[in-house]
């Protein structure tokens, strides 16, 4: 059964510096999301994208953020600057058209320190 | 803002009884969807609720929504240990590509 993945499973790395998560979506899958959870929270949506651009982002979602899909495979995730807030698990999520379930890798746990 | 609302959020209860989930959500979608997590893993898709008065059920997991009510319910029919996890309900916004907004999730606990 095609499934989405995720890499790093786990990224530590210091206060400042740039990280990058990787996505591969289903094959078939056009809408891609990124979402996060902080340790015993509910999950948070950051950003969705189809066709290229980006298609809908939340407040959490700042300009230390960024996502592309520099190879029509790859989908993924910067963060410019980390801070130890973003200490997180990183989600990406995808679906075919839009409107059905949206089916989740096995996440990116980054640790800010 | 759409805020979605389950109760309760722990749930301690024995192997063999059965108990239900809510979930309360403040917009007008006929979309929600249930998810499992077990701990330090990723979510998987349980149940999508399409319409007005669906209905799913997958062995001791019964989902139901009402659109009228805005309120979804996640049924544990004679709980055993395995289904111990957190159950996240979220919904979305009727558009394509639109953000799913999950509620806070309920941690089950299941006791022998």
Known sequence: EPEVTQTPSHQVTQMGQEVILRCVPISNHLYFYWYRQILGQKVEFLVSFYNNEISEKSEIFDDQFSVERPDGSNFTLKIRSTKLEDSAMYFCATNFLGWNEQYFGPGTRLTVT | ?112
């Open chain 2, 1 to 112: 803002e759409l805020k979605v609302e389950q109760n309760p959020l722990f749930l301690s209860m024995q192997e063999g009884k059965n108990y239900t989930i809510y979930c309360n959500y403040s917009t007008t979608s006929d979309r929600l969807y249930w998810y499992r997590q077990d701990p330090g893993k990723s979510l998987e898709s349980l149940f999508v609720l399409l319409s007005n008065g669906a209905v799913k059920q997958e062995g001791r997991l019964m989902a139901s929504l009402d659109t009228k009510a805005r309120l979804s319910t996640l049924h544990i029919t004679a709980a055993v240990h395995d289904l111990s996890a957190t159950y996240f309900c979220a919904v979305d916004r009727e558009t394509s590509g639109s953000r799913l907004t999950f509620g806070e999730g309920t941690q089950l606990t299941v006791n022998p």
